[in-house]
């Protein structure tokens, strides 16, 4: 099976070369999460993410299934590339990731409006053997290889998050609650476990057009934009209960990334991605 989502891999990186897209490593990179001591900064401006080193991922434009980003305005997704820094202390684990954005698509006053947004994927399985593929896992019911996504998004910000249905794509879309988001009403609220803790989803997928929101919502975050630039944290204990989280310990797991910019108009599959890339737990 790990074969099998290589040559998924192989065929991302030749056609981002054939379309003379930036195609993402085929080496992998290694992103650290470094110990420290102490509390998890909550903040992405907090003084303590200079412990961490930020290392450069390289993004290409999803083209592999619908909606595929040849449609968007630009012929392909915007951003090319995002860095990323990771803090643990033990019980806590917490991601920022920065990318340069010239244009804040969050404060949004349209329902035809697209958000900008970015997502963590995570193997939840630790088998070496049973790799999902980066683009949201793949595999069939007697054979799924799930993967764990959080999806941060820029119009849940301060306290937005309970006037946009979750799962949402973009505003005024929902799945199983509506709303009058534009007049400032709330919707029917699900049960407090799956409620959003903040402007952060989590979800899992097992390949595209399966993208689910878990009953037990656990990660927490924040973005702030400012100079043309996001800066965004999503953060989690490192272990929980439930069996459709990925699990941290010291050790290695899989990390892959993906960014939607709004000003594109890109939402779902219309995205930015990279492919699986180490992540080292101190």
Request: hydrophobic residues 35%; glycine residues 10%.
């Amino acid at each position: 099976m790990l074969k099998k989502v290589f040559l998924i891999g192989s065929i991302v990186i030749m056609a981002g070369i054939l379309y003379n897209l930036p195609e993402v490593n085929s080496q992998g990179l290694m992103v650290t999460s470094k110990f420290i001591k102490g509390d998890i900064p909550a903040n992405p401006r907090s003084p303590i993410w200079d412990k961490a080193d930020g290392i450069t991922i390289p993004l290409s434009s999803q083209i592999i299934a619908q909606p595929r980003t040849f449609t968007l305005p630009k012929g392909r997704s915007s951003v090319r590339g995002i860095n990323v820094k990771s803090l643990n202390n033990g019980k806590d684990i917490a991601f920022l990731i920065e990318w340069d954005d010239m244009t804040e698509n969050s404060i949004l006053d349209d329902t035809a409006a697209y958000r900008d947004a970015v997502a963590l994927n995570f193997p939840v399985s630790d088998s070496e053997k049973d790799v999902p593929y980066f683009g949201m896992g793949h595999g069939e019911k007697e054979d799924p290889h799930l993967v764990n996504i959080w999806q941060w998004k820029a119009d849940l910000e301060d306290g937005r998050d309970r006037v946009v249905p979750l799962g949402a794509s973009y505003p005024g879309e929902g799945l199983k609650y509506s709303v009058d988001w534009y007049q400032g009403q709330l919707y029917n609220l699900p049960p407090k476990e799956k409620q959003r803790k903040g402007p952060v989803e989590d979800l899992n997928a097992v390949g595209f057009g399966t993208l689910t929101l878990q009953d037990s919502q656990d990660v927490m975050g924040k973005g702030v934009w400012s100079g043309g630039k996001w800066r965004v944290i999503l953060y989690r204990p490192m272990t929980t209960k439930d069996k459709e989280d990925v699990q941290f310990k010291k050790g290695k797991k899989y990390i892959a990334f993906a960014v939607w910019d709004g000003a594109n108009l890109e939402k779902d599959g219309q995205k930015s991605i990279s492919t699986w890339h180490e992540l080292t737990i101190e």
